[in-house]
């Protein structure tokens, strides 16, 4: 017998910050009101503008945990079977501030955390027809909103047979279950959603006077 373990605990505390773009605004100025773009420029009558409101950087924390324990049996001088179980947990991915939300494919809800998330974080000029409710309003987990799994068993076994006394020749077979974590794919699912908005603002002529010029270029609230 040849006996193997090992154990492995991997701590991840990413932080991610949304890369600035677009946060004073974008005007776009094509000669809509005077016929010569630089001239509506000068007069500061834009044809849209836009404004980007970020969401606050990600602060995530998860766990990998990874535990094996292997058996390599030399049964006779031709057979060696090799005899494994390792177990996976992959900590669904929460954030430091609960800076997560979730879609709710029965009723529609997008799910955040908790109420002070939905009452400081969410972007006050989201939709308000898209509803918000709390993780425990919809039966979710209070962080993560993604149930753990906890039955990542994986069996592994192999043989290896030398059917001639010549050694020249080895037979070998194995099976195996292995699990790969998801956590990549739950980050990217998880960022933007109601925490932040992107607006734009598409002016008009009435009467001979623009919708809206410098120095408002943002009149109220536009097209989220």
């Not at 492995?8 to 949304?18: G, V």
């Not at 809800?109 to 969410?122: D, M, R, S």
């Not at 908005?197 to 097209?223: C, H, K, R, Y």
């Amino acid at each position: 017998h040849r006996m193997k373990t090992g154990l492995l605990i991997r701590d991840n505390r990413p932080a991610i910050s949304e890369q600035p773009t677009s946060d004073f605004g974008t005007m776009n100025f094509n000669g809509f009101a005077t016929g010569f773009d630089y001239a509506d420029f000068l007069l500061g009558i834009p044809q849209t503008t836009g404004r980007y409101d970020r969401e606050q950087p990600s602060n995530y924390r998860w766990l990998n945990v990874g535990v094996f324990f292997q058996d390599d049996y030399q049964i006779s001088r031709k057979l060696t079977l090799n005899v494994g179980l390792r177990y996976e947990y992959f900590q669904p991915p929460v954030d430091k501030y609960n800076l997560r939300f979730a879609f709710d494919p029965s009723t529609g809800n997008l799910v955040v955390p908790n109420q002070q998330v939905l009452t400081t974080l969410v972007d006050p000029v989201f939709p308000k027809n898209i509803p918000i409710v709390t993780a425990q309003q919809a039966g979710y987990p209070p962080r993560s909103l993604v149930n753990p799994d906890y039955k990542d068993f994986g069996p592994r076994i192999g043989i290896a047979y030398r059917p001639f006394p010549n050694n020249k020749t080895v037979i070998r077979a194995g099976y195996g279950i292995f699990y790969s974590g998801l956590v990549s794919s739950l980050l990217g699912a998880f960022t933007g959603g109601p925490f932040h908005s992107n607006e734009q603002f598409t002016n008009t002529i009435s009467n001979g006077a623009p919708l809206f010029q410098f120095p408002d270029p943002f009149p109220g609230v536009g097209t989220v």
